[in-house]
């Protein structure tokens, strides 16, 4: 089978799944919706034309039912360490090691779960004239400690679509704005910590981004996130923010180390 048949096969099944899953449990679920704020520190580096490297920083809020405002309680910070390897123009793998400092958040039914978490990932990217479209599977082994102090292995899996169209330019570039559209389904094995049921969650990202120069990027989305849980369902409505630096160190360095080379000033 051609690849981008078996890719369209792919997208139409998850997406029919999907539609299945969401429409019974909005239907038959109560629901409990919470405004949040993910925030989201990035720092890429090129290594060579096929590796890069990537080290996150999150941290997220979220109100509770007893107050509305998103800032109520820091719900969960984050690292995460990247590899990425670029196969072909089209193709990227990649792999992270993450550590998740799960809080003590009751009032939104989440108990302190501190947890290590491992993946792996491949992305295919659609290059089309005027806009990017790109899919992302996603595979994680989640080790994560439940109620009875005990870790438990949760295995996940991620399927993602994404839309991105430059808006006053036709490539990505200084001074470029562009749109983001994308909607990712999860999948899971049954835990204590996680819940029985497979279907995870899904979530939906509607937002913008802009780039201050080549290496400094700032992206701004609304997300819409539903959960279905055996206690009740949740819908989450997030304001996201991402913002990421390219070889920020690299370039510090050499900035450094050029303004203290005595022929570098001599060259000028």
Not at 164 to 193: C, H, M
């Amino acid at each position: 089978m051609h690849i981008y048949s078996f890719i369209n096969l792919s997208i139409k099944k998850t997406l029919t799944i999907l539609s299945i899953t969401v429409l019974t449990s909005y239907c038959y679920g109560q629901n409990t919706s919470y405004s949040q704020s993910w925030n989201e520190l990035q720092f890429t580096r090129a290594i060579t034309e096929k590796w890069s490297t990537e080290l996150d920083f999150a941290n997220s809020y979220s109100s509770t039912e007893s107050s509305s405002k998103m800032f109520t309680n820091n719900t969960q910070k984050s690292f995460r360490v990247w590899g990425n390897y670029y196969l072909t123009p089209r193709w990227k793998a990649s792999a992270f090691i993450a550590y998740y400092d799960n809080k003590d958040v009751p009032e939104i039914g989440q108990f302190k779960s501190p947890e290590w978490r491992f993946s792996l990932q491949g992305t295919y990217y659609f290059h089309k004239i005027g806009y990017t479209l790109s899919t992302r599977s996603r595979l994680e082994v989640r080790h994560i400690k439940n109620e009875d102090q005990d870790y438990e292995n949760v295995l996940r899996y991620r399927q993602q679509l994404k839309y991105l169209q430059p808006i006053n330019g036709k490539v990505l570039r200084k001074g470029v704005i562009y749109g983001i559209a994308s909607d990712e389904i999860f999948f899971k094995s049954g835990t204590k910590v996680t819940g029985e049921s497979f279907f995870d969650r899904n979530r939906l990202n509607i937002g913008a981004g802009y780039l201050f120069n080549d290496d400094t990027q700032l992206e701004i989305t609304y997300a819409n996130e539903y959960l279905p849980r055996n206690n009740g369902n949740q819908i989450i409505n997030a304001a996201s923010l991402t913002l990421t630096f390219n070889n920020l160190f690299k370039k510090v360095n050499n900035k450094l180390f050029h303004r203290n080379d005595p022929s570098a000033k001599e060259d000028e």
